[in-house]
């Protein structure tokens, strides 16, 4: 079964390979790479061993990391998706990259909304985690506007790591 998506704005297709040239390039750049990647500049294999890991977790759970792109003229606006949890309860966690230029344009909410639609309701998933550095003012309001619920908060790069779960409505 093809697990894609489509918002009003954006068609959601799970990362190939062929989407790592792309996918680095917002990987690497300053205002994404200081929370998505801890402010390093990730080499094209570690991009590529990301994207084989969201291939694989297709695979096992039916969802993973999917590249957003404008239904309108096709432009890549970036990546949102559940990946397995950095969590000690195991599970998936929700991540999320927007190009700065497509910020506050709610297209990040927008693709994860559909993405924990579809998990809640064709995969029956129970819950799903999500993160983020406490600094990371944009990505907490992102993780409250979607309905999640602090759970703990624990050490990181930036301070504390905010950690939160929703469960299926
Ligand atoms: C985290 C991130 C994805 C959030 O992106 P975002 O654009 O702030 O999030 P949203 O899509 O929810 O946009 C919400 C904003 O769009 C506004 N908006 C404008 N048009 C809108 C519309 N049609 N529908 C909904 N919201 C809209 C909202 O009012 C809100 O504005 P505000 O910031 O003034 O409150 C983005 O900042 C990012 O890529 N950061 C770098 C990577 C990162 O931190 N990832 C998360 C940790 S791994």
């Not at 792109?69 to 990259?97: C, D, S």
């Not at 993405?115 to 993160?131: H, K, N, P, Y």
């Not at 992102?142 to 779960?165: M, N, S």
């Amino acid at each position: 079964m093809d697990p894609s998506l489509e918002t009003p704005r954006l068609l959601l297709t799970p990362l190939t390979l062929g989407d790592v040239g792309t996918l680095r390039a917002l990987m690497i750049d300053p205002d994404v790479r200081r929370w998505a990647a801890e402010g390093r500049v990730l080499s094209e294999a570690r991009v590529r061993y990301l994207t084989l890991r969201s291939l694989a977790t297709f695979q096992r759970h039916g969802t993973g990391a999917f590249g957003l792109r404008l239904r309108a003229g096709g432009a890549f606006v970036g990546y949102a998706g559940l990946l397995p949890a950095h969590a000690p309860e195991g599970g998936l966690e929700l991540g999320a990259g927007i190009w700065p230029r497509y910020w506050r344009s709610g297209l990040a909410s927008e693709a994860c909304r559909a993405v924990l639609d579809d998990a809640f309701g064709r995969l029956g998933l129970a819950r799903a985690l999500a993160c983020a550095d406490a600094p990371n003012f944009r990505s907490l309001a992102l993780i409250a506007r979607l309905g999640f619920r602090q759970i703990r908060t624990a050490p990181g790069t930036f301070g504390a790591i905010r950690w939160f779960v929703r469960e299926r409505p």
